[in-house]
């Protein structure tokens, strides 16, 4: 989709070295948003994930939306942002619930977790994003996913309870 909007760089942008040889975007860390859509009796079915821009970081495998944290935000801010960026996902239409951090010793990495409160849109908003689908969980694994989403997958499938929480909890900044 080249007709997307990219982001002007922001000052959280930009890749970290890490001391094993790893290269990592996101000067202050990095966050994304897992979104759980769920059936009538309240058991999540969908998942929000990004099918990346080719130009991208793992170009051409799926994720979740997400991106460089900046410096005044905390994960959770930054997921939202970055969701509605890529994703077009409005932050009142999601209740952030959970995160799991992966922490390295100068970088980490959010997933914060929500439930789907109202409807909305699932597209691609911006140009890192060739598209933006509900995924049926089921099928999550099959997916050319993105190296560490895959990893992390059965940690984040597990984290999402069968029922929905009516409040905020477990977040890390």
């Known amino acids: 989709m080249t007709d ?3 982001h002007a760089p922001a ?6 070295q890490r001391g094993c040889g790893a290269r990592h975007w996101g000067l202050h860390g990095a966050s994304g948003l897992l979104v759980a859509r769920r059936a009538p009796d309240g058991r999540p079915t969908h998942v929000l994930l990004q099918h990346r821009a080719p130009w991208s970081h793992h170009g051409g495998t799926w994720g979740i939306p997400g991106g460089a944290r900046q410096p005044h935000e905390d994960a959770t801010a930054a997921a939202l942002r970055e969701a509605h960026e890529e994703a077009g996902v409005p932050a009142d239409a999601v209740r952030p619930f959970a995160s799991h951090v992966l922490r390295h010793p100068d970088w980490s990495y959010t997933t914060v977790l929500a439930d789907e409160v109202r409807p909305f849109e ?3 908003t ?3 994003s060739l598209a933006v689908a509900w995924v049926p969980i089921e099928q999550v694994a099959a997916l050319d996913l993105l190296p560490a989403f895959a990893d ?5 499938l597990a984290a999402i309870p069968a029922t929905p929480q009516s409040a905020p909890c477990g977040l890390d900044a």
């Open 4 to 6: 997307l909007p990219r």
């Open 11 to 16: 000052p959280g942008d930009g890749w970290v």
């Open 122 to 124: 699932a597209r691609a």
């Open 126 to 128: 911006d140009a890192e």
């Open 152 to 156: 992390a997958w059965p940690t984040l």
